[in-house]
């Protein structure tokens, strides 16, 4: 490190951002758009009826990769891996036209945005920051676009 960002304590060596969760209104919708717009993939599902309320854990998985089949080699595998995007979707909240979550980009800012990294087929032209570019998720979640 340098004298600007001291180095983390030693004893937090081995520590790892395990993932982000968003919430989100339509998990179909979602669903949708981060497996075939941003290629993710879903590595697990889990529905919770008493709370009436689903997760989603989404990543992109190399062409040769596996996911651990028990449930304890998932866990492990899970929350070592970089990217993993949660969704939780709270059950009806895509039948309310007025429901909307505070995705933290208005005048009063808060949660910012993911970013996806791609390889650019060609460079953003406009806009102040000439290297990303910005897309919108189902939800209004702002998704930075970055260069390879």
């Avoid at 060596?13 to 979602?30: C, D, P, W, Y």
């Avoid at 596996?66 to 995007?85: C, Y």
Wanted: contains cysteine; aromatic residues 12%.
């Amino acid at each position: 490190m340098n004298q600007h960002f001291p180095a983390p304590p030693a004893q937090t060596a081995g520590f790892t951002l395990a993932h982000q969760m968003i919430r989100v209104k339509n998990l179909e919708k979602s669903l949708e758009f981060y497996t075939h717009i941003l290629g993710m993939t879903v590595v697990r599902r889990a529905d919770y009826p008493n709370c009436q309320f689903t997760l989603c854990f989404l990543c992109h998985l190399a062409p040769d990769e596996s996911i651990p089949e028990k449930d304890a080699d998932f866990k492990r595998w899970l929350a070592t891996r970089r990217g993993v995007l949660e969704l939780t979707h709270n059950w009806g909240t895509e039948h309310d036209p007025h429901f909307s979550y505070d995705i933290g980009n208005g005048e009063r800012g808060g949660y910012g945005h993911i970013a996806i990294s791609v390889p650019f087929r060609k460079r953003p032209e406009e806009g102040r920051m000439k290297d990303i570019a910005f897309i919108t998720d189902p939800d209004g979640y702002w998704i930075e676009i970055i260069q390879q």
